[in-house]
């Protein structure tokens, strides 16, 4: 097959979604038939980007730091990945023309010589990454595209992938690009490096932290990543490796996936949106990705019917919300497009690592993930509470209004020490959620945003400390603690900050055990909420602030429950709203509640704070009655008694290791 000349379709045209099954899918009326179309629409939508001999996709947007030349590899690698499932998933029974494509791609892009040829695979660059994405493909399209390559071809190909042999990736999840990349090579009969695949898999047991966690690396970090790669590859890999894998290896990653899987569904609020958290997030969908992948390896322990309503909810979610957009691209954002939601390796191509989330279309039209009818979410049914000890986080969510929120004391995303400890605000926030994202300054600004931290000030309010490397200090139950050492600008000097997180429904109080100089003023933020039309409601009062989006009730609200008086007062300060425009994923305008102390004593300081996002009609968010119905007490041996809005009391004992 040489494809010389590519009969395509118009790209203008776009696929239209079919009606909603709510016979089949009763909670989101989608089925199969929409996963294709929605593929259909999204590799539509890429076409008219297409260099002329359908080697790259060269898409509008701000270059990778790896260039254009790299962009437009990216966007074939990553399209192919999505064309492969829509091929394979309909055995073949494509437009030939999709075929077609993606083999004349092959042709030009492996060329050395030719003026679409792609860049070489080398020692950490982007190719390598790319490199897995084709390799997949291939391996899943071998019937149609690979065996029916001329001879040529396909040793041009060869010679391309194995530039990965002896190349040196990154110790991330890099390693399981050459781990893939070299298991084609093998399974074609190429050269290919036994050595270097045995070492990316034993490298990735390194990082395993139990409880179906993987850290990205050595080090705490903690993202999406463990989802859509390091336990998405070690199953694609054994798909591709056959007879060649080890068996006990495949039976520990499929049990690995299937209980990282019993966590993973409650990530998901109502509305089908994933908990905000981590770096990379413009690959949006792609967080449905082993959901898929537990359903192929059979290394599930979900409901046929619930993993559909999971995956078709986040898939739903973000096409609600004009993802893809009008072109019919995936931007650089999550919903809109927004530059602080990436990083300097994205490039305009990038957000289609969100191909990922069809590899559902891999299962037949008559699996029962496809067949059986839809199921709710645990987080549809009830409030839910899970403590995940591996990364230092502790989920809550409340059914009535759909929200899932992530208590964060233990993800930074820092290597070990005696690495600097810089910030992100996308991992050292206290919490996430599927409402909200962090206020995200600009690239090269300092500044942190006050939502969903606590931090030393100086008396003038122009420094800032930040929160750094997380020191975790356990997860269990409904609480969750740790410790980091808040510096403040210009100061070599560390105090410490221990933070302790109970939830209970729609609630979390903070008890935190704050060390500092004297005189220095301590903020802490609530969640950060944002709307697109306009800026949000703002109120605030004695040991109080709220901010509400009024489309739809979603409030945050922070109130003082002990510690927070001023010396000498005879009332607590008024808390404040921060409001700020051009910083939020989630829309135009934000705004954060916030409490400030004004003058630290200069001693071990006691601070109990009750944080609060909801849009539960049935439990309003009034701050005034929440003062007056939640509460804390301390008692002589230092354990804080907290009690909430509703009554019910947690003790959080004194010193270290409190969760």
Not at 292 to 302: E, H, K, S, V
Not at 393 to 420: F, I, Q
Not at 458 to 467: E, N
Not at 470 to 481: D, Q
């Amino acid at each position: 097959m040489t494809a010389p000349h590519v009969s395509l379709p118009d790209p203008t045209h776009s696929s239209q979604l079919p009606p909603p099954d709510l016979a089949q899918s009763p909670v989101t009326g989608w089925t199969r038939a929409h996963w294709e179309a929605m593929a259909d629409r999204l590799l539509d939508g890429i076409l008219p980007y297409a260099s002329r001999e359908l080697a790259q996709y060269r898409l509008p947007g701000r270059a990778s730091h790896s260039g254009s030349w790299s962009d437009g590899l990216e966007g074939y690698a990553r399209s192919f990945l999505l064309a492969a499932c829509r091929i394979a998933g309909s055995g073949g029974r494509v437009s030939p023309e999709l075929i077609e494509r993606y083999a004349a791609g092959l042709a030009a892009g492996t060329d050395p010589d030719g003026a679409d040829r792609w860049p070489p695979i080398a020692d950490r660059a982007q190719p390598m990454v790319e490199a897995a994405s084709i390799a997949i493909a291939l391996h899943e399209t071998r019937p149609w595209i690979w065996d029916r390559l001329d001879d040529a071809v396909r040793q041009r190909v060869v010679t391309w992938l194995g530039g990965f042999v002896g190349a040196e990736a990154n110790d991330s999840n890099w390693r399981l690009f050459q781990v893939i990349t070299e298991e084609f090579l093998a399974s074609v009969g190429a050269p290919h490096s036994r050595a270097e695949i045995d070492g990316g898999l034993a490298r990735l047991e390194d990082w395993y932290r139990g409880g179906g966690w993987y850290t990205d690396g050595d080090g705490r970090k903690f993202d999406y990543y463990n989802a859509w790669a390091l336990h998405l590859y070690p199953i694609l890999w054994a798909r591709i490796a056959g007879p060649r894998a080890d068996v006990s290896l495949t039976a520990d990653h499929r049990d690995r996936l299937r209980e990282f899987l019993g966590a993973h569904q409650y990530f998901f609020g109502s509305d089908g949106a994933p908990v905000h958290q981590g770096r990379s997030l413009t690959y949006r969908y792609a967080t449905a990705a082993p959901l898929w992948a537990g359903a192929l390896a059979d290394a599930t322990p979900l409901p046929p019917g619930r993993t559909r309503r999971l995956a078709s909810g986040a898939l739903k979610h973000f096409a609600d919300r004009g993802v893809p957009d009008e072109r019919g691209l995936l931007s650089l954002g999550w919903y809109r497009p927004f530059l602080p939601v990436t990083q300097r390796y994205s490039g305009p191509a990038s957000p289609y690592w969100a191909s990922k989330a069809f590899l559902g279309l891999l299962l037949p039209a008559d699996h029962s993930v496809w067949t059986d009818p839809e199921e709710p979410s645990p987080v549809d049914t009830a409030d839910r509470y899970l403590a995940l000890p591996a990364p230092g986080w502790l989920l809550h969510s409340t059914a009535a209004d759909g929200l899932v929120r992530l208590v964060n004391h233990g993800s930074d995303r820092l290597p070990p020490p005696p690495a600097e400890a810089e910030d992100s605000p996308h991992y050292t926030k206290f919490a996430y959620s599927g409402a909200t994202a962090p206020d995200t300054p600009a690239a090269g600004t300092a500044t942190t945003g006050p939502d969903n931290h606590i931090a030393l000030l100086t008396a003038d309010g122009t420094a800032v400390s930040r929160r750094g490397r997380i020191h975790p200090l356990g997860a269990a139950g409904r609480r969750a603690a740790s410790w980091h050492r808040a510096v403040l600008p210009g100061s070599e000097e560390g105090h410490r900050i221990e933070t302790t997180s109970v939830v209970h429904g729609p609630w979390e109080v903070r008890v935190h055990r704050v060390d500092g100089p004297p005189g220095a003023v301590v903020r802490e933020g609530g969640w950060a909420v944002a709307d697109e039309s306009g800026p949000l409601a703002e109120a605030a009062g004695p040991g109080w602030a709220l901010a509400r989006r009024q489309r739809d009730g979603l409030t945050s609200a922070v109130v003082a429950l002990h510690g927070w008086e001023a010396p000498g007062a005879d009332e607590l300060p008024h808390g404040a709203v921060a409001q700020a425009r051009g910083v939020n994923a989630y829309g135009e305008y934000s705004a954060t509640p916030c409490l400030r102390l004004p003058a630290h004593p200069g001693r071990p300081h006691l601070l109990v704070t009750l944080v609060v996002l909801s849009a539960d009609p049935v439990r309003p968010c009034d701050p005034e009655a929440l003062r007056a119905r939640a509460g804390a007490r301390v008692t002589a041996e230092g354990t804080v008694v907290v009690r909430f809005p509703d009554g019910t009391e947690e003790e959080v004992p004194a010193g270290a290791g409190s969760a």
